[in-house]
């Protein structure tokens, strides 16, 4: 009995899909400490302006909690503050 090779190649990648999808409310995305991090990176505002407007932080108000990194990079010490005006514009305030 002779079986085509993509009749086994179908079937493979059948089976392989199947394992590929969740089942509903199944966490697909691995929780470990590097993607922790770099959700948490991805929090944190490069400067004060930006930690509390667009594009991340729109929603943000006078008062709401932020963050930014004190050397105007993506790394380094944090600064936590509150959001508040100066000059028409929204920044964050450590």
């Known amino acids: 009995m002779l079986v085509r090779v993509s009749t086994v190649l179908s079937a493979v990648a059948v ?4 394992q590929a999808v969740a089942a509903p409310g199944q966490d697909v995305t691995p929780r470990d400490e590097v993607s922790a991090r770099a959700e948490m990176a991805a929090m944190i ?11 991340n932080n729109c929603k943000h108000r006078e008062g709401t909690s932020c963050k930014y990194y004190r050397n105007f990079s993506d790394s ?4 936590n503050g509150k959001c508040g005006w100066q000059n ?7």
């Open 15 to 18: 089976l392989l899909a199947n």
């Open 45 to 55: 505002a490069t400067d004060p302006y930006f930690a509390c407007n667009c594009p």
């Open 76 to 79: 380094g010490p944090v600064a």
């Open 88 to 94: 028409n514009h929204l920044y964050c305030f450590a």
